[in-house]
């Protein structure tokens, strides 16, 4: 025999089971929206950005000591050195030419001084004569009599 008191102790059993079968169908649904969002670039930017954000309030502010500055120096350096580079390349070509360009520069520094320490100081104190020239000679290079 059912009762009244049975048949609305089904009824509340039935909605307790259909309102928890919606809450977890709500949390399933819930679930996939936090993880394609997440998973969205618009979702991805905005956690890089408050990890960051986070990394720089909550790092320890500390003096900035020689190293810091000596790599920052270091850097400039770097930065300097690889436009030097570029530029001698677009000089040069390559660093074969640039290489033999300076080989025959220190080739021939090496023969100035070799010269000149085989020279005594009379050598290069005096000019070097020239033949007198005579009125009426033509000058070979511009044509002109004097």
Known sequence: MITRYD????EVEDRIARERAALVEQAEDLGHTAVDAA?????LLAAAAVGFV????LK????????ASSTRKLGWTGLLGSAALAL???????????????????AAQRARRSAMAA???ADYARPPARAPRVLGEARQDSGVTL
């Open 7 to 10: 048949e609305e102790i089904h």
């Open 39 to 43: 998973v969205s670039p618009k979702g």
């Open 54 to 57: 986070l990394g720089e309030m």
């Open 60 to 67: 320890p502010r500390r003096p900035a000591s020689a190293a």
């Open 88 to 106: 001698l390349k677009s000089q040069y070509g390559s660093p074969l030419a640039l290489s033999r360009s300076a080989w025959n520069y220190a």
């Open 119 to 121: 020279s005594t100081p």
